[in-house]
């Protein structure tokens, strides 16, 4: 089973991973920017996402295993690895797994503890989409605010609808997989898993999910590590404020 990716520029391989519920197109209009450094950015769906296989078997382990079938088939090693939020999981593990593979690491609002379940909302506003009703994008958007008051958070949720034939939409998320396998998501990076090369964590300075208290055991599991704060930004950083984003990206690779 191969994932899905779409590959801008040519360089030095530089792997972006997405968070949960995205897809790799969400990271397009950095990863032009970042492939006119002489980057070769790999845009990739994980499993269950995107235009990526879909699975009933969901957790890091997979994912972080499908990343390595990914650089064997492309022939990728000493790769700069960045992933947001699940995606930044995803990354901390296979950096931790694959030290060998990864010159450096960028791990985008998310700390290796453990996150309690906080997508219930979402997953419903998702699961109540009814497409033998709606029948466009408008429909779609209006449905979801019952239950996802933030456009914002609407808007990126609905880069996954696509026209499954015509006049029929759907979801490119494997939604009933996910749903059922959201606890996955918060898992905790495992107790001995450690990354000892450069590694950069991003956190936005409006974001709860990486406060003060997690630099602990952010230096743990990643002792070659700092912590930059983008300012405007929430957890979306790369969104919000994307220039400040890139130039912390592209002066620490």
């Not at 779409?6 to 792997?15: L, M, R």
């Not at 995107?50 to 022939?75: P, V």
Request: proline share 3%; net charge negative; glycine share 6%.
């Amino acid at each position: 089973m191969k994932l899905h990716s779409n590959i801008i520029g040519e360089g030095k391989p530089f792997i972006i991973l997405h968070g949960f519920l995205g897809m790799g197109d969400n990271w397009k209009t950095l990863a032009r920017q970042f492939s006119e450094s002489n980057f070769e950015i790999h845009l990739v769906d994980q499993r269950n996402h995107g235009r990526s296989f879909h699975s009933n078997d969901f957790d890091y382990d997979l994912l972080a295993e499908d990343l390595k079938n990914y650089c064997e088939s492309h022939n990728l090693n000493d790769i700069i690895l960045l992933g947001h939020s699940m995606g930044g999981k995803t990354a901390m593990l296979f950096a931790s797994k694959y030290p060998e593979l990864v010159s450096k690491l960028l791990v985008a609002d998310i700390s290796p503890r453990y996150y309690p379940v906080h997508h219930d909302a979402i997953l419903e506003g998702l699961s109540s989409l009814d497409f033998t009703q709606i029948k466009s994008r408008g429909e779609a958007d209006k449905a979801l605010s019952d239950y996802i008051q933030d456009v914002g958070t609407r808007m990126f949720l609905l880069k996954n609808l696509y026209w499954v034939e015509k006049g029929q939409l759907g979801l490119r998320i494997n939604l009933e997989v996910l749903k059922e396998n959201v606890s996955e998501v918060g898992e905790a990076l495992p107790i001995h898993a450690s990354f000892n090369k450069d590694t950069l964590f991003l956190r936005g300075d409006r974001s709860e999910y990486i406060p003060k208290a997690d630099e602990t055991i952010i230096h743990r599991h990643f002792p070659n590590s700092k912590i930059i704060t983008i300012s405007k930004a929430g957890h979306w950083l790369h969104a919000e404020n994307p220039q400040e984003f890139y130039d912390a990206v592209i002066n620490f690779v």
